[in-house]
Nanobody, 125 residues
């Protein structure tokens, strides 16, 4: 079992920044990929970014490329999502997820085995 706890969400004005954290506990040694997804009201869950736990690669949705940065601190078992130049369209509940396999499709929610409870991000115009 792997437990994920997100934090760092909040209300920010357009153009501002937030850093989300995802604390990973449990069988962390079996985690291969970590992902961030978001879901706005009335919309499907959407891929944001992913990282191989070793840090060898990162992957971003086109909508956030150049504005968001994913990283991880192995010593702290924590994954981060630094979000800059935020837009009202970034408003959503943000979830982190853990994949126990070397998935070739990190943008697919179904590839992930564990999910956090989510943290709300609201960007005002």
């Amino acid at each position: 079992q792997v437990q994920l706890v997100e934090s760092g969400g909040g209300l920010v004005q357009a153009g501002g920044s937030l850093r989300l954290s995802c604390a990973v506990s449990g069988r962390t040694f079996s985690t291969k990929n970590m992902g961030w997804f978001r879901q706005a009201p009335g919309k499907e869950r959407e891929f944001v970014s992913a990282i191989r736990w070793t840090g060898i690669w990162t992957y971003y949705a086109d909508s956030v490329k150049g504005r968001f940065t994913i990283s991880r601190d192995i010593a702290k078992n924590t994954v981060y999502l630094q979000m800059n130049s935020l837009k009202p369209g970034d408003t959503a509940v943000y979830y982190c997820a853990a994949d126990q396999d070397y998935s070739s499709y990190p943008e697919r929610p179904m590839e992930y085995d564990y999910w956090g409870q989510g943290t709300q991000v609201t960007v005002s115009s």
